[in-house]
């Protein structure tokens, strides 16, 4: 049973019995995945004091400037898991290929693979603006004993064990579930230790905020375009307020707790939109349906897509309930 004030380390303790077959193996990843976020949220508050803002001079397999938080978060994430062969692999935002954990006795006994995006909102690191990490967690589906093959991270989502975020604001939070609800946690940056601040977390079945990065609007397909001109329109509860952050974590925790709408969409620039399938969109897809709202590409489920690559982009649509279906009404109308 939830209680406030709970630390992460006892709640995981006491909710271990909610996993199937628990070895304690997912109480223990879930532990170095709260430990390695201690260490990038204690750099991300140091930004602008020590040498940690800025690019680190190295291109992505995405394309992208690489930031130097991304790579540090991302040595730390795969250091933390690797030395407590914790996961038989992990993949990255910030790694082209994924990486094999083999164990000290090369026996790849360890059942779960991660997937994980280190800095989430990378764009927003040099200017103080929050920012996040999104970690996904799947049951591997190889023999045990055998190398991690990549059709143990390509799993569509709905078969996610466990997901979650932390997002580095005001303050820090880690944001997870197993299937059994979401449950939110605040470090205390004194104690170094997270108490649950936010039980059972729920997403308003509606809401009154639209995300959406409009510059991109030109670009648009005629579906979303009607559906912002329609939160836009001075009518009965509307117009709605815009708010858009441009750290996708960041912006799916605000409106989780306020109500509202995310949407990365596909466009003319962008045939699949920019926001990865594994490690973004699915993590986030769980949380927000755990907690009752939902997550589609504008036309399927998120969770029920099937990925074929790494690094794979989909059209992202996500929040409460009513509004996604909304959203979905304007898409379907302009494609038929
Ligand atoms: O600047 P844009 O095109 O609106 O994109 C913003 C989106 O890109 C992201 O920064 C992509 O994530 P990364 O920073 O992890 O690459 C999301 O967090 C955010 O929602
Ligand atoms: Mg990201
Ligand atoms: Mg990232």
């Known amino acids: 049973m939830a209680r406030i004030n709970q630390s992460l380390g006892e709640f995981i303790i006491e909710n271990q019995g ?49 930031q130097k938080l991304d790579v540090f978060a991302n040595n730390v994430f795969i250091q933390t898991l690797t030395n407590r062969e914790i996961v038989c692999g992990i993949a990255s935002e910030e790694n082209e290929d994924f990486i094999t954990i083999s164990g000290s006795n090369s026996d790849h006994k360890n059942k779960y693979v991660v997937l994980i995006d280190p800095l989430d909102g990378s764009s927003n690191i040099d200017v ?69 601040s936010h039980p059972n977390m729920k997403f308003p079945e509606e809401g009154h905020i639209y995300s959406v990065n409009e510059g991109n609007y030109v670009h648009f397909p005629q579906g979303i375009k009607d559906y912002i001109k329609y939160c836009q329109k001075e009518e009965g509860d509307r117009p709605y307020t815009s708010r858009y952050i441009g750290s996708l974590v960041s912006d799916i925790h605000r409106n989780m707790i306020k109500g509202g709408i995310y949407m990365y ?72």
């Not at 803002?53 to 690489?66: F, K, L």
């Not at 103080?128 to 799947?138: A, L, Q």
């Not at 045939?271 to 349906?289: D, H, S, T």
């Not at 997550?295 to 509004?323: N, Q």
């Open 18 to 66: 909610e996993f199937a077959y628990s070895s304690g193996e997912l109480s223990r990843l879930i532990n170095s995945i709260r430990l390695a976020a201690k260490m990038v949220n204690h750099e991300v508050n140091k930004a602008g004091l020590v040498d940690i803002t800025g690019s680190a001079g190295e291109i992505n397999t995405q394309g992208e400037d690489q």
């Open 128 to 196: 103080n603006v929050s920012v996040g990490t999104i970690f996904s967690i799947y049951r591997r589906v190889t023999p045990l004993g055998t190398p991690v093959q990549v059709e143990d991270f390509l799993q569509p989502g709905n078969l996610q064990v466990a997901a979650g975020y932390i997002v580095y604001g005001t303050s820090t939070m880690l944001v997870y579930t197993t299937g059994h609800g979401v449950n939110g946690f605040t470090l205390n940056p004194a104690l170094g230790t997270y108490y649950l």
């Open 265 to 336: 969409p596909k466009s003319s620039k962008a045939a699949k939109g920019k926001l990865r399938l594994l490690y973004e969109c699915n993590p986030m897809a769980f949380i927000v349906e755990q907690a009752g709202g939902k997550a589609s590409d504008g036309t399927t489920r998120i969770m029920e897509l099937k990925p074929t690559e790494l690094h794979e982009r989909v059209p992202f649509i996500c929040g409460s309930k009513k509004m996604v279906e909304k959203a979905e009404e304007f898409i379907a109308r302009a494609n038929s």
